[in-house]
């Protein structure tokens, strides 16, 4: 199994003044294992591709020397080492000491470490050479240094924005973070608090181990048993791998010390995603090891095509004949597991490579045959440095300051200016990418989202499935293909979640739960009245006013329109009675009238008895002004036609009462209160009551009257239609006056009840009274305890039964020695006392 890219990769360009394309470069000292970038075949074999017509340009391909004894790869030592000799003699290292004037240096593509460029600055910056990251760049502190950087990789930022935005879309609102080393602590400190502050809450943000290679990679890891088994045993789904190139290799160690654990299986599943920096690479202990790891994990990678012919030309690679190329022979032997015939350093018992060997015929876990994303990015380098050296030798052929043979010697005196070549590069490569740098010398491109699919025969796909756009409008960065995702096999082909609990279903709210991050909250139904219709809302919030809440609090349902209806069974009950009770009224009225010149009609004023009759026999008619859907009109007349019609009967109470007492008292001998018994009397009472209640009433509907209303409130279900009474004040000064009235009434008729008459109205008025004032005093309280159409309800019930109270109590007894006992309604009967026989 090969990791395929050198650690500390650097690209060499010269302007040589030969005829012949040349790929060489010198042979590293012995080590004991080799890696490269998956799909390059060697970075000098894309080089000589990509510029195969050229007969002016030379390319050195130098790794990072090592010891001879272990693997030292990604030490700043032999990183300067590396690059000191770039600025020396070729073949010799003599610092700061140059003796060859043939192989002079332009620009230098280094990668895919993003802490290279650290190293190999603090050398090249002096010397104003470009250097070409093909790899991410970090935050250079240093302005001088930064000045000389080209990035080929985009921005950090828009990757970033690219993984908040892909986490957000399918709400991973529960992660987990692994990052490399030091130089990502700026992702730590910096990025993944605004994550926060877009709701993504982290279950663990670990680093990985360090990866010096002084010791055996396997015992790193296995000393990180600790990390392996938080991350596999964390309820957190999604996981973010921000890392380099070679942190496939120390997650694949970290899955399989994972693997001999009692981690339930529900933990285990996870999606990784990957930043574009992280590549597919493993070493030779990895060969056999299962791809099922990286089935269905996301990864952003930098926005590429298909370059034409590029896999005929990886099938026509013949290690034999490129003898000077020092990658293929180390690459051919692991590949193959064979040395190419005269390889110095091949072991005895080691096979011989036939020749015959097909790169097509390896797996795709060691080799693929498509260019990866790392390859295009050197790819386009390239491609840059000699689109800005061709625009640099056009710009001085135009002013004809190059003079045959002088090319190098110009090309030196004038390097900075190369730099202003290279910032201005605008073209369309062969794969019709449009190349250009931005304000910060950073590759203006977007970011394609990749889906891994894995094989049971060691290979893979990258099956592209979004994009990051960074110049689209903030709603359209984001492009994902959701149906064309596979998942890992443990989802069984759905979306995973990655939450800290279960998510709050419509109907309930999320309350956080006390010690835990915000991502972690219990859920409570909506409070009555209340309804979420959403996943995981923070607050329930009210319908509509015209709406309610169904029963599962999710929907806001139409309130239906209610009032009292003569449809339904309270309304009918009410109306039936409201006609009933007239008709009675009308039936006493009828035998009072038929029977008008008996002594019982005609004591104690049977006008007034007429008058009380009619205003009862109204009075229950008015009570129909209170059943039905209020209008404008009835509305008006409801309560204005009540109160005037019980003052009117009220008052003739009242005076039936005075001129009881009156009519007494008038009996005695030498008595002066005959003056005052008559007719006038009567009338002048009932007028003045019942006058002063129609003035109240008129005010009343002068100044606020009452008008139809929707009560939203009253009734959760229910929009009640309904009479506003306009002024609550008016209203209860016409039931106050009643009570007023009433109050009086009884008691003049309680003080008159024990007078000695045979047939003394007042017990009778007395009674009435009692019975019309606990009507009314009961319904004051019941009236404010009930809601909606019953208290319209209870209005009609108080209504009928006080006026039925005062025409049974009053006329009943009459009725009965009218109809029932006819001897006793007589002068000599009504005059007699109470305690005298006949």
Same mark, same amino acid.
């Given at each position: 199994m090969m990791l395929l890219v050198a650690s500390v990769l650097v690209l060499l360009v010269q302007v040589v003044c030969k005829s012949s394309f040349q790929c060489s470069?010198?042979?590293?000292?012995?080590?004991?294992?080799?890696?490269? =970038?998956?799909?390059?075949?060697?970075?000098?074999?894309?080089?000589?591709?990509?510029?195969?017509?050229?007969?002016?340009?030379?390319?050195?391909?130098?790794?990072?020397? $090592?010891? #001879?004894?272990?693997?030292? !790869?990604? #030490?700043?030592?032999?990183?300067?080492?590396?690059? *000191?000799?770039?600025? @020396? +003699?070729?073949?010799?290292? %003599?610092?700061? !000491?140059?003796?060859?004037?043939? &192989?002079?240096?332009?620009?230098?593509?280094?990668?895919?470490?993003? &802490?290279?460029?650290?190293?190999?600055?603090?050398?090249?910056?002096?010397?104003? %050479?470009?250097?070409?990251?093909?790899?991410?760049?970090?935050? *250079?502190? &240093?302005?001088? /240094?930064?000045?000389?950087?080209?990035?080929?990789?985009?921005?950090?930022?828009?990757?970033?924005t690219g993984i908040l935005k892909l986490l957000l879309y399918f709400r991973w609102i529960?992660?987990?973070?692994?990052?490399?080393?030091?130089?990502? =602590?700026?992702?730590?400190?910096?990025?993944?608090?605004i994550f926060s502050k877009c709701g993504i809450c982290f279950d663990f943000i670990e680093r990985f181990p360090a990866i010096t290679f002084l010791? $055996?990679?396997?015992?790193?890891?296995?000393?990180?048993n600790d990390l392996s088994t938080l991350v596999m045993e964390s309820t957190a789904k999604a996981v973010v791998v921000h890392g380099e190139i070679q942190t496939i290799i120390v997650l694949r160690f970290l899955l399989r010390a994972a693997e001999f654990k009692e981690i339930p299986m529900r933990t285990k599943a996870k999606v990784w995603i990957l930043t574009a920096q992280v590549d597919f690479t493993s070493i030779a202990v990895q060969r056999t090891w299962?791809?099922?790891?990286?089935?269905?994990?996301?990864?952003?990678?930098?926005?590429?095509? /298909?370059?034409?012919?590029?896999? =005929?030309?990886?099938?026509?690679?013949?290690?034999?004949?490129?003898?000077?190329?020092?990658?293929?022979?180390?690459?051919?032997?692991?590949?193959? #597991?064979?040395?190419?015939?005269?390889? +110095?350093?091949?072991m005895i018992d080691e096979d011989i490579c036939t020749g015959e060997e097909k790169l097509e015929s390896l797996p795709g876990s060691v080799f693929e045959m498509s260019m990866t994303d790392h390859s295009y990015s050197i790819y386009t380098a390239v491609y840059v440095v000699a689109h800005a050296l061709h625009a640099m030798y056009s710009s001085m052929l135009n002013h004809r300051t190059l003079a045959y043979g002088g090319r190098k010697k110009l090309l030196n005196q004038q390097l900075w200016?190369?730099?202003?070549?290279?910032?201005?590069?605008?073209?369309?490569? @062969?794969?019709?990418?449009?190349?250009?740098?931005?304000?910060?010398?950073?590759?203006?491109?977007?970011?394609?989202?990749?889906?891994?699919? +894995?094989?049971?025969? =060691?290979?893979?796909?990258?099956?592209?499935?979004?994009?990051?756009?960074?110049?689209?409008?903030?709603?359209?960065?984001?492009?994902?293909?959701?149906?064309?995702? %596979?998942?890992?096999?443990?989802?069984?082909?759905?979306?995973?979640? @990655?939450l800290c609990n279960d998510r709050c279903h419509s109907g309930h709210n999320k309350r956080t739960k006390e010690g835990k991050p915000f991502c972690c909250y219990d859920c409570f139904p909506c409070p009555e009245g209340k309804i979420s219709n959403l996943e995981d809302t923070n607050d329930c919030f009210q319908c509509p006013e015209d709406q309610y809440p169904n029963t599962n609090k999710d929907l806001c349902l139409q309130k239906p329109i209610s009032f009292l209806s003569y449809e339904e069974p309270v309304g009918i009950t009410l109306a039936s009675s409201a006609l009933s009770f007239p008709f009675m009224a009308a039936l006493v009225l009828a035998v009072f009238i038929k029977n008008q010149d008996t002594p019982i009609v005609k004591a104690n004023n049977r006008n007034l008895s007429y008058l009380l009759l009619v205003s009862l026999l109204l009075s229950f008619l008015c009570?129909?002004?209170?059943?039905?859907?209020?209008?404008k009109l009835s509305c008006l007349l409801q309560q204005t036609t009540f109160g005037i019609i019980f003052s009117v009967a009220i008052s003739c109470l009242l005076a039936k009462t005075i001129i009881v007492v009156l009519a007494f008292l008038a009996t005695k001998p030498g008595s002066r209160m005959r003056n005052w018994v008559g007719k006038q009397?009567?009338?002048?009472?009932?007028?003045?009551?019942?006058?002063?209640?129609?003035?109240?009433?008129?005010?009343?509907?002068?100044?606020?009257?009452?008008?139809?209303?929707?009560? *939203?409130?009253?009734?959760?279900?229910?929009?009640?239609?309904?009479?506003?009474?306009? $002024?609550?004040?008016?209203?209860? #000064?016409?039931?106050?006056?009643?009570?007023?009235?009433?109050?009086?009434?009884?008691?003049?008729?309680?003080?008159?009840?024990?007078?000695?008459? $045979?047939? &003394?109205?007042?017990?009778?008025?007395?009674?009435?009274?009692?019975?019309?004032?606990?009507?009314?005093?009961?319904?004051?309280?019941?009236?404010?305890?009930t809601k909606g159409k019953y208290m319209v309800a209870v209005e009609v019930f108080s209504i009928l039964a006080s006026s039925a109270g005062l025409l049974a109590c009053i006329?009943?007894?009459?009725?009965?020695?009218?109809?029932?006992?006819?001897?006793?309604?007589?002068?000599?009967?009504?005059?007699?006392r109470p305690n005298e026989r006949i």
């Open positions: 470069t010198s042979r590293p000292p012995p080590i004991v294992h080799k890696y490269y =970038q998956s799909g390059d075949l060697l970075i000098a074999g894309i080089i000589s591709y990509v510029f195969k017509f050229s007969d002016s340009v030379k390319f050195e391909v130098h790794p990072s020397p $090592s010891s #001879s004894d272990s693997i030292v !790869y990604f #030490s700043p030592s032999l990183t300067y080492h590396a690059a *000191m000799e770039l600025l @020396s +003699t070729k073949g010799r290292l %003599i610092p700061n !000491y140059k003796c060859d004037n043939q &192989n002079n240096l332009v620009a230098v593509l280094e990668g895919p470490n993003s &802490n290279l460029c650290f190293y190999v600055a603090d050398i090249l910056c002096p010397f104003k %050479i470009p250097q070409l990251l093909y790899g991410s760049a970090p935050a *250079m502190t &240093n302005k001088n /240094e930064a000045a000389f950087l080209y990035k080929m990789f985009p921005s950090w930022a828009n990757q970033y529960w992660v987990g973070v692994i990052y490399v080393d030091e130089h990502e =602590q700026q992702f730590v400190e910096e990025v993944l608090p010791t $055996s990679l396997s015992e790193k890891v296995v000393g990180n299962d791809l099922d790891f990286i089935h269905g994990a996301l990864s952003f990678a930098v926005h590429s095509r /298909e370059v034409l012919a590029f896999g =005929q030309f990886l099938r026509a690679r013949d290690p034999a004949s490129e003898k000077k190329d020092g990658f293929i022979g180390d690459f051919w032997k692991q590949a193959f #597991s064979c040395s190419l015939p005269g390889t +110095t350093g091949a200016q190369f730099h202003g070549f290279l910032k201005r590069v605008s073209f369309n490569n @062969s794969a019709g990418d449009l190349v250009s740098f931005d304000q910060n010398m950073e590759m203006v491109a977007g970011l394609d989202i990749i889906n891994w699919v +894995t094989f049971p025969n =060691q290979t893979f796909l990258r099956a592209k499935v979004g994009r990051i756009d960074p110049k689209a409008p903030e709603d359209k960065v984001l492009t994902i293909h959701e149906d064309a995702i %596979i998942w890992p096999h443990m989802f069984n082909q759905v979306q995973p979640l @990655s009570a129909l002004l209170f059943i039905g859907r209020p209008e009397l009567a009338s002048s009472i009932v007028l003045c009551c019942s006058f002063l209640q129609t003035t109240i009433c008129t005010m009343w509907l002068v100044t606020s009257p009452p008008f139809p209303d929707f009560d *939203m409130h009253s009734m959760t279900e229910e929009m009640i239609l309904k009479c506003n009474e306009g $002024s609550v004040t008016m209203f209860y #000064s016409v039931l106050g006056y009643l009570g007023f009235l009433a109050t009086v009434s009884f008691t003049v008729a309680f003080l008159g009840r024990k007078l000695p008459d $045979s047939f &003394n109205e007042a017990k009778f008025i007395t009674f009435s009274m009692l019975v019309f004032c606990s009507v009314w005093l009961t319904f004051v309280p019941t009236y404010l305890s006329f009943f007894p009459k009725c009965y020695i009218i109809v029932m006992r006819p001897k006793l309604n007589t002068k000599v009967q009504i005059m007699r």
